[in-house]
């Protein structure tokens, strides 16, 4: 018993020494400094992530949001919508950030009046479409696979040639959404002139 008692007035006697009490309150706000900075980071990050945020500028506004609300990603019979984070930003945090950090360039663009025009936009369109073609591509499509997946498609709702293509598709496992359903959500374009290019 005395031993233990020992072991406790030693604690108590380190935690009465200045050094310990300042280390102490040095850890608790830092611990409490990163949770705000923590929370505040990541309430920053999910503004970001809506509709709303994406369609901020006119430039998205007046030029590929016109586009996507012509479509079935927009309306449709089940009333199930895609915005725009849906597509372009994956739900994981790490490949989130990754995306957040690439679109860093983005917001540079429009800082620097790079697509602030109609024909600008149409000039630097099929850079930007290559360019975000290419990421779904290099990501198997990941955030088309977040409401389209293989194993819960009932292909006999589906007409022939989507049936073989898909079947086609999950067999070889070579190809992914992008390859062919390029313009599904925003008008494609112009292609004239590229290599490979059907």
């Not at 006697?13 to 400094?33: E, I, K, Q, Y």
């Not at 990754?98 to 600008?120: D, F, M, P």
Request: proline residues 2%; aromatic residues 10%.
């Amino acid at each position: 018993m005395s031993e233990k008692k020992g072991i406790m007035s030693r604690y108590w006697l380190l935690l009465r020494r200045p050094s310990t009490v300042a280390m102490g309150v040095v850890l608790l706000f830092g611990f409490t400094a990163g949770i705000i900075f923590w929370g505040g980071f990541n309430t920053g990050l999910e503004m970001t992530n809506t509709e709303e945020f994406c369609i901020g500028c006119h430039e998205m506004e007046e030029n590929v949001y016109k586009e996507y609300v012509g479509t079935i990603h927009y309306t449709n019979r089940s009333g199930v919508r895609a915005t725009c984070p849906d597509c372009h930003v994956p739900k994981d945090w790490t490949h989130k950030i990754v995306r957040k950090i690439q679109a860093s360039k983005e917001v540079w663009g429009k800082l620097t009046g790079y697509i602030n025009t109609r024909e600008k936009f149409v000039e630097h369109r099929r850079e930007m479409a290559m360019r975000e073609w290419q990421r779904m591509k290099e990501s198997d499509s990941r955030e088309c696979r977040n409401c389209h997946n293989f194993e819960f498609m009932d292909f006999t709702e589906q007409g022939r040639r989507a049936v073989k293509q898909h079947s086609t598709a999950l067999a070889s496992g070579e190809k992914t959404c992008i390859d062919c359903h390029k313009g599904i959500a925003h008008k494609l374009p112009d292609m004239e002139g590229v290599e490979g290019w059907h």
